[in-house]
């Protein structure tokens, strides 16, 4: 049974340039939900989707979007990066029908790195 | 918004020891989780709480939900190697119920064997 899977692992980008990051949630789940983990901190609560709908925001700018495909899968994708966007990414799915925040695996995430 | 508070942020144990380590909050939560990360993985859960004063274990780690729900504390005893890594607190807010959790900010558990 594959957990969440998120590509790449690694990734270099420019400041300016746009990322795609993309998760593919554990089988049987339908959400996907994406943190951002800054270096020395707990991750950051970025979005969620489930039924390719864009269900809860955290606090980001609308550089951040994502997308959910019929399969359940996710893209990330963020804009004019900016410095200060260097971080570990973590995607993490559940089952929408589970009401308890407990029920969420974490893939290993993309570690992004803007120069 | 609602933050989590861990203390300490870093500790060097000794194989052996028993570890405690907290994380506060000024406001309410009802659930409280702990989480361990080990270096380029993501989070996996520990421990859930669901109610105030509830004490739960999970093999050599214990866990409190604070009577007053702005607290938990977690417990490790007799630590071990594999026991390093960073350890998170975490919570769904008030105006949540699935999906999104606020995290600490870590405590980061290095044991020299």
């Known amino acids: 049974d594959a957990g969440v899977t998120q590509s790449p692992t690694h990734l270099i980008k420019t400041r300016g340039q746009q990322v795609t990051l993309r998760c593919s949630p554990k089988s049987g789940h339908d959400t996907v939900s994406w943190y951002q983990q800054a270096l020395g901190q707990g991750p950051q609560f970025i979005f969620q989707?489930?039924?390719?709908?864009?269900?809860q925001r955290g606090n980001f700018p609308d550089r951040f979007s994502g997308h959910q495909f019929p399969n359940y899968s996710s893209e990330l994708n963020v804009n004019a990066l900016l410095l200060g966007d260097s971080a570990l990414y973590l995607c993490a799915s559940s089952h929408k029908a589970i009401p308890t925040n407990e029920k969420l695996f974490f893939g290993s995430g993309t570690q992004l790195s803007v120069l | 918004g609602q933050q989590l508070n861990q203390s300490p942020q870093s500790m060097f144990i000794q194989e052996g020891e028993d570890v405690s380590m907290n994380c506060t909050s000024s406001?309410?939560?009802?659930?409280w989780l702990w989480y361990k990360q080990d270096p380029g993985e993501g989070p996996v859960l520990l421990i859930a709480l669901y109610k105030a004063g509830e004490l739960t274990s999970n093999g050599r780690l214990t866990a409190q939900f604070g009577i007053t729900r702005k607290d938990s504390f977690l417990n490790i005893s007799a630590s071990i190697p594999s026991d390093v890594g960073i350890y998170f607190c975490?919570?769904?807010?008030?105006?949540?119920?699935?999906?999104?959790?606020?995290f600490g900010q870590g405590t980061t558990l290095q044991v020299k064997p």
């Open positions: 975490a919570g769904p807010p008030t105006s949540s119920n699935t999906g999104k959790l606020i």
């Open positions: 989707y489930y039924e390719e709908e864009e269900r």
């Open positions: 406001s309410i939560f009802n659930t």
